[in-house]
């Protein structure tokens, strides 16, 4: 049994982890965090000029004045954020199914945090226990997001073997 399901995400990636004990305790360090899946998010990964139709520029006035305008590129932003959050929403949903986890941790940026628990929190079972995290992990290794995390208290330390 998984007694954890870690998701660490920003704009442009999700990474779903489970805590895991070892197979072999006696000789293995453990629990650790095993990452399973990675969703990433392809309007992130597409250039300004894929997404937007022209580049963001200035007006120039009939006196040679130059005047900033704002086309809301930041609303889009947005919303392809809520699309990819709720895109996370389905895999969290798909891996609560495969394994028989009771606690989800999501550790996101606070924006992208907020857009996940929207979207995520109607679908949870009431079993489930839901801890959060605004911090940006993502680019981290899984053993140094373990530690992140065992440091906070959100998951349990690994416990060292021995020899």
């Given at each position: 049994?998984n007694?954890?399901?870690?998701?660490v995400?920003?704009?442009?990636?999700a990474?779903?982890?489970?805590?895991?004990?070892?197979?072999?305790?006696e000789?293995?360090s453990?629990?650790?965090?095993?990452?399973?899946?990675c969703?990433?998010?392809?309007?992130?990964?597409?250039?300004?000029?894929?997404?937007?139709?022209n580049?963001?520029g200035?007006?120039?006035?009939?006196?040679?004045?130059?005047?900033?305008?704002?086309?809301?590129?930041?609303n889009h932003?947005?919303?392809?954020?809520?699309?990819?959050?709720?895109?996370?929403?389905?895999?969290?949903t798909?891996?609560?199914d495969q394994?028989?986890?009771?606690?989800?941790?999501?550790v996101?940026?606070?924006?992208m945090?907020?857009?996940v628990?929207?979207?995520?929190?109607?679908?949870?079972?009431?079993?489930?226990?839901?801890?959060?995290?605004?911090?940006?992990?993502?680019?981290?290794?899984?053993?140094?997001?373990?530690?992140?995390l065992?440091?906070?208290?959100?998951?349990?330390a690994?416990?060292?073997?021995?020899?």
């Open positions: 049994m007694q954890a399901l870690v998701a995400m920003d704009g442009t990636k990474r779903f982890f489970t805590l895991e004990e070892a197979e072999f305790p000789y293995q453990s629990p650790n965090l095993v990452e399973h899946q969703l990433t998010n392809a309007a992130k990964e597409m250039s300004g000029r894929e997404l937007w139709a580049t963001k200035r007006n120039r006035g009939s006196r040679n004045q130059v005047h900033g305008y704002d086309d809301h590129r930041q932003i947005s919303e392809y954020e809520r699309h990819f959050a709720k895109d996370i929403t389905q895999k969290i798909e891996l609560l394994w028989e986890s009771h606690l989800i941790l999501l996101a940026e606070p924006q945090l907020g857009f628990r929207e979207s995520l929190t109607p679908h949870l079972p009431r079993k489930i226990k839901l801890e959060e995290l605004a911090k940006d992990l993502c680019k981290l290794k899984p053993l140094e997001i373990h530690e992140y065992a440091h906070k208290q959100l998951v349990p690994r416990k060292a073997v021995l020899i």
